[in-house]
């Protein structure tokens, strides 16, 4: 992650230090973690969940999961944002994939809409340089396997998900995303 | 790393895989580091997409209630992405049998079990289920011994609840819904005593969740389970 001395450090910073902290057993410094993170992750487990209840008791498993873990997260490494939102994304994709969820997730048309929306400049966290690259390489694909792994990625859609929602046949809608993926890399990798 | 390992690894970071997919591709984030390293990658270059979640402010309640849970050893089901079948013990030995056997028909009171010289009786008909904790855990998880004669069950050692809240134990069928097996008593090494027609089968799973006092008001598992594993024949 980049990032160096952009406005976003002193958050950054204060943040990475509460969940250090976290990992000795300190509550307080875990609960500063959650007042400046919950709204955030909600955000992500009500998307993929599709449903309030499920996604309070995810959003639960998750700072559980944080208390527990906030020892293996490595500051260097990446941004505690996306770190803790990672987390919060698998759960809400094993919950979205688990029997329980069958028949209670949303209408992924429903959930579509909302698919391109921009980030809003005040909850843009982890963008920047790799934000760009990201844009840049995504726009370059051609607009359904972009809107597709966009959505898939958002919305928590498997490539059956995708394909029902497209219209198109599963195989056929894999090997779009696959070719799509193959130059999405490329394109990341090319450190121009 | 093939060029088809490298679309799996962005498979699993999009999310596209099912649930049985990403389960195996996570065990290879596990196992291989070439892998893990692939997966990594693309976290970090898809992280941006992260910024386009709207935040949401959550209940109040639920800070309360994870900080009411922070004190619970090892809670959150790693269910979907967790193989329970593969946390069983495989085969057991014999000799280990009947020393379990003798501990588990010894009467609770007793804290040290006596290695019988001849195995008490019918010891090959026990099931035992090695449970294992759902989530990283210091203490080792507990082993539950059933004789199906008596119906005994008994765990070695106990889970920690906290206050208000009580284990309860479940045996959960192949492909059926979970079936309370009763609450179990905050002990050392828990014993409950199970109808004939509760028995768990082999290959069922047994399992622990943390329930309000009272246990489950629902009939199925409502808090977290923090244990699991597949019970076996001794």
Redesign the interface.
Known sequence: ?TGNGTQADGPRAALAAALTLSATGD?EA??RV?ELT???L???C??ICGERQAA?DV???V???V???AATYRPER??P??WL??IA?NRS???R??PRARGAVADPVEAEETVD????AD?????GE??R???DCMDRLDERPRHA??S???D?????D?ALRVGVPLPTMKSI??RA??R??EC?NDDA | MTPDDRILAAELVVGLLTAEEAARAEQRRTDEPAFAAEVEWWETRLAPLLDRYREVTPPPYIAARIEALLDVPHVAPRAARLPWRSLSLGAAVGALAALIAAWLLTPATVTTPVPPVSAPTAPARLLIAQLAWTDKATAPAPVAVVDPASGALRLTRGVDTPAGRVGELWRIPVGGKPVSLGLLPRDAAPAIRVAQANLPATGSTLAISIERRGGSPTGQPTGPVVAAGVVERL
């Open positions: 992650m509550r875990f609960r959650y919950a709204a955030k909600f955000g992500i009500l998307r309070e959003l639960q498993e700072y559980l999961i208390w527990r873990r990446s941004h944002v996306t939102a990672t994304r994709l094993d919950w994939r688990s929306d921009a980030p809003l909850q843009r966290i982890v963008a790799d934000g690259r990201l844009d792994i966009r898939a990625f958002l928590g859609l498997t490539y059956a995708v995303i696959r993926l193959i999405l890399r990341l």
